[in-house]
């Protein structure tokens, strides 16, 4: 019999609460009114159903039972059983190792949505199903902001985390050995010499042409006059 007596010690502590929890609601709600009309307005709401549970108990048992069952509901709900400490908890994702993640789920895109972040740590967490407040929890714990609407591409638009507020930067993309283990060197570019060339113009006049070197599409004109002896 002590299942028995754990059930009524449970309705017994639940009445207790749910009816301390009742009381203390109707005097707030009957101080909030202003004024002595409202006050009294709000005495005659709370006459008015008590009348008629009266009345409709005085009509017929069958009510009381109705109303002792939904009493007992509320009773047994109103005492939480007490919940044992969850020694296995895992320790939240640590900020650096989640804005790794975070960009690792981005890519070359806008951002990531809750739901991609997620289905990715329900995955990597053996024995753990992760919700979107879950990672919205983790988020704001690691101070990382969420928005309304960000798009992805193939995925449309979703509640989640825009590139811009992702924290610290992408990891770069490892870079290509060189061919044939020779390291690339850069030659600078070396002026070749400019060879001038001499045009006759004609009635003693000489033009001289010669290449800018620093300009390959660049020419220097200087024209000669000389007399002609007569």
Request: a positive charge; one cysteine or more; hydrophobic letters at 45%.
């Amino acid at each position: 019999m002590a299942w028995l007596r754990k059930v009524i010690e449970r309705l017994a502590t639940g009445s207790s609460a749910l009816a301390l929890r009742m009381a203390r609601g109707l005097v707030e709600w009957v101080k909030e009114g202003a004024g002595v009309t409202d006050f009294l307005i709000r005495l005659v709401f709370l006459a008015i159903p008590v009348i008629v549970v009266w009345s409709l108990l005085a009509a017929t048992t069958s009510v009381m039972w109705v109303l002792v069952i939904i009493w007992c509901v509320a009773a047994w709900r109103a005492v939480q059983p007490a919940q044992r400490p969850n020694a296995e908890k895992e320790p939240d994702l640590h900020p650096e190792d989640l804005a790794e993640l975070l960009w690792e789920l981005a890519g070359d895109r806008k951002g990531v949505h809750l739901a991609q972040v997620a289905q990715q740590l329900t995955r990597e967490t053996h024995g753990r199903s992760w919700s979107i407040p879950d990672v919205k929890a983790l988020l704001k714990a690691a101070g990382v902001p969420t928005r309304h609407s960000v798009r992805v591409a193939g995925l449309g638009v979703a509640v989640g985390v825009h590139r811009q507020d992702i924290p610290g930067s992408p990891s770069p993309a490892p870079s290509s050995p060189a061919r044939s283990g020779v390291d690339a060197q850069v030659i600078p570019a070396t002026a070749t010499p400019a060879t001038p060339y001499v045009r006759d113009l004609g009635g003693g006049a000489r033009a001289t042409f010669t290449p800018d070197p620093t300009n390959p599409v660049r020419t220097n004109v200087a024209v000669t006059k000389q007399e002609i002896e007569k």
